[in-house]
């Protein structure tokens, strides 16, 4: 028995040919080998398709009358499972067009090898280089003056207080 009859319930036929034809679609999408699509939703697209599709049959060829649900779902869902789809497939797309970073460059997402060569990783508390020590010239831009009346730096001499300061109490020289 054939219940589509565009004239006498024209948003019965449509609800139901919109069924069948989201049905199909969400089937081939799930099936298509599209790389970037994962399983669970591959998995979710058939079946949700043949649920769809086969609710569209029933209606169309078993349905002899009385109620029946209208899932408005039916007609939105396909629409987004084609978005889903397209944005996972252009993706997957765009991550092979990148660039490759140089063999030996970090790689934040390279899986943990205990026995390969690990890259140093940065560490701010590491020592400087020494550097050879300078003795610093009186007069040489860059190095402090000392003030009037002052002796010269002298390494390993104890500082002595300038003269003009009246809180200074001179030091004995250690010896």
């Given at each position: 028995m054939n219940n589509?009859?565009?004239s006498a319930e024209p948003l019965f036929s449509w609800y139901v040919v919109l069924l069948a034809f989201s049905g199909i679609i969400m089937?081939?999408?799930g099936v298509l080998p599209l790389r970037g699509l994962k399983v669970g939703l591959r998995i979710l697209n058939v079946v949700v398709g043949v649920a769809f599709a086969g609710y569209a049959y029933y209606l169309a060829f078993v349905f002899e009358g009385g109620t029946y649900r209208i899932f408005f779902q039916a007609l939105i869902l396909p629409f987004a499972m084609i978005v889903a789809t397209v944005k996972a497939v252009v993706e997957r797309s765009n991550e092979k067009n990148r660039p490759t970073p140089p063999a030996g460059a970090y790689n934040?997402?390279?899986?943990?090898?205990?026995?390969?060569a690990q890259p140093a990783a940065f560490n701010p508390n590491a020592p400087v280089a020494p550097v050879a020590p300078v003795a610093p010239q009186p007069g040489q831009p860059g190095q402090p003056v000392p003030p009037q009346g002052a002796s010269p730096y002298q390494p390993g001499a104890p500082a002595q207080p300038v003269a003009d300061n009246?809180?200074?109490?001179?030091?004995?020289?250690?010896?």
């Open positions: 589509l009859d565009f089937v081939v999408l934040p997402n390279a899986p943990y090898a205990p026995g390969a009246p809180y200074a109490q001179p030091q004995q020289p250690a010896g």
